[in-house]
């Protein structure tokens, strides 16, 4: 039986030659990293005590809080929770429209096909990538310090944080512009800046428009948390709530915050539709 086999060995190997593959570098680089990450994986679970008994002993306190919760009312805040979510709409909408005016000129300067001179497209990335490694909460607390409590702090931490999203997103849609109109413009005695003003700028001015409605439905989240650390907003009032475990009022700005996000994400799909048609 073996010799038949050791026999068929050769036709065998032909037919599948999948199975009898020698392992090569790279499948034991993937083997590596495969038990590499299981490794990682076993660690953290182990370091951060991720005990699902501890989960699911939480489960009934967490049901105690949800019951707490209904009915939704916002007992007598209800002006003061009005006027944060005005505040959090005004903080995310000065946010992301400053942060789209100072991103488009570093965007071109950032751009291979816009920039003047590769030196200055190197040093607009680095500086994208640095503003955009910080999160907005982290720039929330920075000038929470430099300009205090309120809703500017907060205005100042979505600008600044979305400067380096924006900037990133603008020029790598800059340089997906259709070449052709450019190559139209210059072969007609166009300069370089007519170029970017005539064949640049009018195919990605719709994209552009299309992210700046689409980050700002994300910042009126982001300015609900920024809150929380005093950027003003309806997150100061929710955490005031927490605070004095007016569990109903919490409920009511939350359902109040899910609701705003959902009319503005139907108002600026319906634009963004708009502007691509």
């Known amino acids: 039986m073996r010799t038949e086999a050791l026999a068929n060995l050769p036709q065998l190997r032909q037919q ?9 570098w790279g499948g034991v680089l993937a083997m590596l990293v495969v038990l590499a990450g299981i490794g990682l994986l076993a660690l953290a679970v182990w370091r951060l005590e991720l005990v699902p008994l501890r989960f699911i002993a939480g489960l009934g306190q967490l049901a105690h809080f949800i019951t707490l919760m209904f009915p939704p009312d916002p007992g007598p805040h209800l002006h003061l929770i009005l006027r944060g979510i005005g505040e959090t709409l005004a903080i995310a909408f000065l946010g992301t429209l400053g942060a789209a005016i100072i991103a488009l000129p570093v965007a071109l300067m950032a751009a291979r096909n816009t920039t003047i001179h590769w030196l ?25 310090s430099v300009v205090g409590l309120g809703p500017f702090a907060g205005v100042l931490a979505i600008l600044v944080s979305d400067i380096g999203t924006f900037g990133k997103v603008f020029s790598e849609a800059l ?11 210059l072969s007609a005695g166009g300069n370089g800046l007519a170029r970017i003003r005539l064949g640049v700028l009018p195919q990605v001015l719709p994209v552009i428009a299309g992210q700046v409605l689409y980050f700002f439905e994300s910042n009126v989240r982001s300015s609900a948390i920024i809150g929380i650390v005093g950027a003003g907003g309806i997150g100061l009032h929710l955490t005031e709530m927490i605070r004095t475990l007016e569990w109903q009022a919490v409920s009511f700005i939350i359902l109040l915050i899910l609701v705003l996000v959902a009319v503005i994400d139907v108002i600026s799909g319906r634009l963004r539709a708009a502007m691509a048609g």
């Open 16 to 24: 599948h030659p999948a199975v009898f593959r020698r392992l090569t």
């Open 120 to 144: 200055m497209r190197f040093a607009s990335r680095r500086v994208l990538d640095g503003i955009r490694g910080i999160d907005a909460l982290i720039w929330a607390l920075i000038w929470v």
């Open 175 to 185: 340089e997906a512009a259709d070449r052709k109109p450019q190559e139209g413009i």
